[in-house]
Each structure stands twice: as structure tokens, then as C-alpha cells.
């Protein structure tokens, strides 16, 4: 990389990610994690023109002619099963700590970017929810495109990965509640099985992604939750059953969807049982822009940041697909596997390296000093 190219603070980077562990809190909870990012704004002499209870944006405007932001997700998830607890297990610690790196670096340099940087750090990215809420307030307005970075376990600690085009699923949640009359487990005949039934629909909902779409398109049905019952010779007379369905493609939405409608009414034929089905939006697939995507491997490798090829898909969601449905944008990934078998994202055990974080500072300090020649 060029020498006179300013570099992030390693020492800050430490401590901010360290700050930001302790402070990990859950989604549209982010009360002190807030008020941590703007005061550390502020005494980098960076004032956000809009601060909510949890998140805020703001823009470095220097004069120019085009704005591009950059996104961090700031919340954690809950580190026990009471959800007394919370931790940083999707490293979204790194992602704030990579932005305010970027932001600090150019507030320290002579040297000023030909773009404005508009920050956006976005609440509720666990819950999909931040995204639009933040769109609603404003943060996307007169921006000419957008920029995420995030840890990967599977990608050697330190490189970057830029996929062109489809990049990561579109996400949506099933709930189903099984009813029906309660029996004695001896004498189902007298009642409705509504464990069967679940159990039942669980596994022919496979059936859907094996069967019913084109196998050439990717699609995922999965269920985490299920429950119901409060003995072992006692039917219930309800079950709850919880789950997720990803696609990258619109049609395969559609047959999934269809799928699962269909079967609900067969299943309540056959046991006799009432379901009822909610499918919940959740996100739309991201979808980096493919020339953004090409100039951002052009300038890694222009400028000697470490990288990797990459063309994998990934069936988790996000929802930075709403701003790429919106503008131009680009979900990078950062490598974080440092030993070879790295524990996966939301593990307990899942950490970011300090390489990695300093890593994605230094792609968001060349982007930002170096995306004019995009647009030019």
C-alpha cells in the first residue's frame, strides 16, 4: 500500500474493541453502546446530525460532489439461554470499531477524502429491523452508495472477500401453532396428535426445497423451535413450531411459501388438528453491486490489501439488504479464521482478531480516500 497512506490507530483499536465488548447489549437496547460512539465522535470533533435513543448518523461533508457511506450494526446477542447476558458473538464489535477507525483516521489526516462519509451506526441488525428504521430517518438520503464490512470464520484472518452479486440470502420466519383436543398418549384415537402433526410437518417441509423447486436455485427451510406438551402420557392440545426459510431468487420465495401453505391444510386433514401459519418478512436477499464489487478487488490489490477470491453464497441474512435495494452497495467480508478451525459466528465462542479488525479499517480508509475514481 502506499507509504504516505494514513494507517489505523492499532492502540485505539485495541481499546475500542474492548470498550465495546463490555458495553455488548441487545437489539434497540443500545443505550450505552450509543453513547459511547458519540462521545467518542465528539471528542474526534465529529458531531452526528441525528441521534436516536439507539443508533446514529451523520456525514463528514467536504464539499463534494458525491456521498458514500459506510454501515456498522451495533447491537449483540444474548450469551445464556435467560438472556441475562450479552455478547459480541457475531463480532459486531469489530464492525463499529472498523468505522470509527475510518473516522478517526481521516479526521487526523491533512488529507481529506474527494467524497463525503456519511456513518451510519444502525441498531436491531440481529432483529432486522435497524436497517429500515434507520432508512426512515433519513440516512440514506443523498447517498450515491454504501459499504458494510463483517467477520467470517471461514476466511483466513486478515484477508478480505468481495463476492459479485448475489451475496447473502433473503431471510423469513415461520411460526405455526398446532391445535386440537388433548388425549391420553394410550388412546390417541379420542383426540388430535398434535405432536405427530408437528413432527409430521417438520419433515415433510423438506419435501418443498427437495421436490417442489428448481434443485439448480438455492433454498432452505429450517425449524429451531418446537413446543408443547407437559407429560409423557399426555397428547397436547397445542404445539408451537418455530423456523426459517432462505432463497436468493424470487420464484423459489414463491414456491416455498405456496409449500408451506399447502401443507399446513393437508396436515390439518389428516390429523384433524387447526394450524395456524404466519410467515413474517425478515430480509430481502443482499445483493452486492457487481462494478462496485470489481473496483473495490481493483484497489485492494492496487494497493497490496491482503484478499482472497471468493464467489460463496451464504443462506444467512442480513438486512443490509435493505440499503443495496436502494443504492449501489457492497458487503465485504473480513477474515477472522486465525488458527485453522475458527469457532463459527453467534458460537459462544466466536472471537475477532485484532488483524482482522485492523484489516477492515485499513480497506475502509482506502475505499474512502480512493472511490472518487469510481464515479469518474
Known amino acids: 500500500m502506499p507509504a504516505d497512506r494514513i494507517q489505523p490507530d492499532q492502540g485505539l483499536a485495541v481499546r475500542l474493541m474492548d470498550d465495546l465488548a463490555v458495553l455488548a447489549e441487545p437489539s434497540f437496547k443500545e443505550y450505552q453502546t450509543t453513547k459511547y460512539i458519540v462521545s467518542f465522535l465528539e471528542k474526534n470533533g465529529i458531531t452526528p446530525s441525528h441521534i436516536f435513543d439507539t443508533g446514529c448518523y451523520g456525514t463528514l461533508d467536504f464539499g463534494a460532489e458525491k456521498t458514500v457511506a459506510f454501515r456498522a450494526d451495533i447491537d449483540a446477542l444474548p450469551a445464556n439461554p435467560e438472556k441475562t447476558e450479552y455478547k459480541h458473538l457475531c463480532g459486531h464489535h469489530h464492525n463499529m470499531t472498523a468505522l470509527l477507525l475510518l473516522l478517526e483516521a481521516v479526521q487526523r489526516s491533512k488529507t481529506k477524502p474527494k467524497v463525503n462519509i456519511r456513518y451510519i451506526f444502525q441498531p436491531a441488525e440481529e432483529i432486522v429491523s435497524g436497517a429500515k428504521f434507520m432508512i426512515e430517518q433519513g440516512c440514506l438520503d443523498a447517498v450515491d452508495c454504501i459499504f458494510a464490512a463483517h467477520a467470517e470464520n471461514e476466511i483466513p484472518m486478515g484477508k478480505s472477500a468481495v463476492k459479485s452479486g448475489p451475496c447473502m440470502a433473503g431471510s423469513h420466519h415461520i411460526a405455526l401453532t398446532f391445535t386440537g383436543r388433548a388425549t391420553h398418549a394410550a388412546m390417541p384415537h379420542l383426540g388430535n396428535d398434535t ?106 490489490d492496487a494497493e497490496n490489501l491482503p484478499r482472497i477470491p471468493y464467489d460463496k453464497l451464504t443462506l444467512g441474512g442480513e438486512d443490509f439488504s435493505e440499503y443495496v435495494r436502494l443504492v449501489k452497495g457492497v458487503f465485504l467480508w473480513t477474515g477472522a479464521n486465525e488458527k485453522g478451525n475458527h469457532p463459527p459466528l453467534h458460537s459462544g465462542d466466536f472471537y475477532v482478531p485484532m488483524p482482522t479488525v485492523t484489516a477492515s479499517a485499513d480497506m475502509w480508509i482506502s475505499l474512502a480516500y480512493g472511490i472518487h475514481k469510481y464515479f469518474e
Open 195 to 300: 405432536i405427530t402433526a408437528a413432527a409430521d410437518y417438520v419433515t415433510k417441509a423438506q419435501m418443498i426445497v427437495s421436490r417442489l423447486k428448481d434443485p439448480t436455485l438455492p433454498g432452505l427451510i429450517s425449524f429451531g423451535s418446537i413446543h408443547g406438551g407437559s407429560a409423557d402420557n399426555i397428547i397436547p392440545d397445542k404445539v408451537e413450531l418455530k423456523g426459517t426459510f432462505r432463497y436468493f431468487h424470487t420464484e423459489v420465495k414463491a414456491v416455498i411459501e405456496k409449500g408451506l401453505k399447502s401443507l399446513a391444510l393437508s396436515i390439518e386433514e389428516l390429523y384433524g388438528v387447526k394450524i395456524e401459519l404466519d410467515i413474517k418478512d425478515g430480509t430481502h436477499p443482499v445483493i452486492n453491486d457487481p462494478s462496485l464489487a470489481a473496483f473495490i478487488c481493483e484497489l485492494a
